[in-house]
Protein backbone atom coordinates (compact mmCIF):
# COMPACT_ATOMS: atom_id res chain seq x y z
CA UNK A 1 0.00 0.00 0.00
CA UNK A 2 0.72 3.65 -0.62
CA UNK A 3 1.71 6.56 1.93
CA UNK A 4 -0.82 8.96 2.92
CA UNK A 5 -1.08 11.96 4.93
CA UNK A 6 -2.39 12.38 8.42
CA UNK A 7 -2.52 14.85 11.08
CA UNK A 8 -1.93 14.02 14.69
CA UNK A 9 -2.20 15.68 17.85
CA UNK A 10 -0.27 15.34 20.94
CA UNK A 11 -0.43 17.62 23.70
CA UNK A 12 -2.62 20.13 22.20
CA UNK A 13 0.33 20.33 19.27
CA UNK A 14 -0.80 18.90 15.77
CA UNK A 15 1.70 16.95 13.82
CA UNK A 16 1.39 16.42 10.06
CA UNK A 17 2.90 13.07 9.25
CA UNK A 18 3.54 10.90 6.22
CA UNK A 19 2.62 6.81 6.96
CA UNK A 20 1.89 3.78 5.29
CA UNK A 21 -1.61 3.06 5.43
CA UNK A 22 -1.11 -0.07 7.05
CA UNK A 23 0.32 1.62 9.88
CA UNK A 24 -2.47 4.76 10.02
CA UNK A 25 -4.54 2.82 13.06
CA UNK A 26 -1.55 1.75 14.57
CA UNK A 27 -0.04 5.45 14.67
CA UNK A 28 -3.77 7.21 15.93
CA UNK A 29 -3.85 4.44 18.57
CA UNK A 30 -0.48 5.41 19.76
CA UNK A 31 -1.18 9.00 20.00
CA UNK A 32 -4.47 8.38 21.77
CA UNK A 33 -2.83 6.89 24.18
CA UNK A 34 0.09 9.11 24.85
CA UNK A 35 -3.24 12.14 25.11
CA UNK A 36 -4.87 9.71 27.33
CA UNK A 37 -1.80 9.33 29.83
CA UNK A 38 -0.95 13.39 29.89
CA UNK A 39 -4.80 13.92 30.38
CA UNK A 40 -3.99 11.10 34.04
CA UNK A 41 -1.20 13.23 34.73
CA UNK A 42 -2.58 16.52 34.51
CA UNK A 43 -5.71 15.26 36.59
CA UNK A 44 -3.73 13.28 39.55
CA UNK A 45 -0.10 15.22 39.78
CA UNK A 46 0.03 18.62 39.96
CA UNK A 47 2.05 18.79 36.77
CA UNK A 48 0.80 21.36 34.17
CA UNK A 49 3.98 21.71 32.08
CA UNK A 50 3.20 19.89 29.18
CA UNK A 51 6.74 19.22 28.56
CA UNK A 52 6.89 17.20 31.88
CA UNK A 53 4.03 15.70 31.04
CA UNK A 54 4.77 14.04 27.67
CA UNK A 55 8.40 13.32 29.80
CA UNK A 56 6.56 11.40 31.85
CA UNK A 57 4.85 9.90 29.27
CA UNK A 58 7.56 8.88 27.38
CA UNK A 59 9.21 7.43 30.34
CA UNK A 60 5.84 5.36 31.49
CA UNK A 61 5.99 3.69 28.24
CA UNK A 62 9.63 2.86 27.58
CA UNK A 63 9.50 1.36 30.59
CA UNK A 64 6.87 -0.76 29.52
CA UNK A 65 8.05 -1.67 26.17
CA UNK A 66 11.92 -2.82 27.92
CA UNK A 67 9.60 -4.33 30.56
CA UNK A 68 7.36 -6.11 27.28
CA UNK A 69 10.49 -7.21 25.90
CA UNK A 70 12.45 -8.54 28.73
CA UNK A 71 9.10 -11.09 28.81
CA UNK A 72 9.43 -12.01 25.67
CA UNK A 73 13.21 -12.96 26.29
CA UNK A 74 12.55 -15.01 29.17
CA UNK A 75 9.42 -16.32 27.38
CA UNK A 76 11.96 -17.46 24.21
CA UNK A 77 14.48 -18.86 26.53
CA UNK A 78 11.93 -20.85 28.59
CA UNK A 79 10.07 -21.75 25.27
CA UNK A 80 13.72 -22.93 23.96
CA UNK A 81 14.32 -24.74 26.74
CA UNK A 82 11.28 -27.14 26.39
CA UNK A 83 12.22 -27.71 22.83
CA UNK A 84 15.34 -28.75 23.70
CA UNK A 85 14.26 -31.55 26.45
CA UNK A 86 11.24 -32.31 24.35
CA UNK A 87 14.49 -32.91 20.91
CA UNK A 88 16.61 -35.00 23.70
CA UNK A 89 13.63 -37.15 24.85
CA UNK A 90 12.45 -37.45 21.22
CA UNK A 91 15.74 -38.53 20.14
CA UNK A 92 16.40 -41.05 23.03
CA UNK A 93 13.18 -42.69 22.06
CA UNK A 94 13.75 -43.16 18.51
CA UNK A 95 17.39 -44.07 19.23
CA UNK A 96 15.45 -47.19 21.57
CA UNK A 97 13.60 -48.63 19.04
Not at 39 to 48: F, G, L, P, S, T
Request: proline fraction near 1%.
Amino acid sequence: MGEISIKINIADRVYPLKVNMEEEEIIRRAAKLINDRIKEYQENYAVRDKQDLLAMSVLHYATSSLKAEKKVTVEDSEVADKVYQLDHLLSEFFSKS
